[in-house]
């Protein structure tokens, strides 16, 4: 999986966030480390290396200065559509991998796990 995304210079964690970002700009830093369902440490870690690489920036927020959005910058933008494509690749290698129902029954397990724990 993490060959999908070395052309990007990223790891399939980096790049899932990345595409989060892209998704829906100017999340606040601790709305997108619950809508991945991790600790607010590890989106930090992720949010400071994709900084580095030059995918998002963090902007005060209009509503708290305190608190930080987080948008792509044009070269997430760029690579937008290719990152979604190498996303679809892995997902494919997985069906294929342990099978389409097997996935989906997954994919729903693990979606009810994290809504009961809500």
Do not use: W, Y
Not at 48 to 59: E, N, S, T
Request: charged residues 25%; glycine residues 6%; proline residues 5%.
């Amino acid at each position: 999986m993490a060959d999908a995304f070395a052309p990007f210079g990223l790891t399939p964690p980096q790049a899932f966030m990345l595409r989060t970002v892209l998704d829906k700009p100017g999340l606040l830093q601790r709305e997108i480390a619950e809508s991945m369902a991790i600790s607010r440490p590890t989106a930090t870690r992720a949010l400071d290396a994709l900084a580095a690489k030059g995918f998002i920036q963090r902007v005060s927020s209009k509503h708290d200065g305190r608190e930080q959005t987080v948008q792509p910058t044009d070269a997430a933008v760029e690579i937008h559509a290719a990152l979604n494509e190498a996303s679809g690749v892995v997902t494919t290698r997985i069906k294929n991998t342990i099978g389409q129902d097997d996935f989906t029954d997954t994919v729903t397990k693990v979606r009810g796990v994290r809504s009961a724990l809500k």
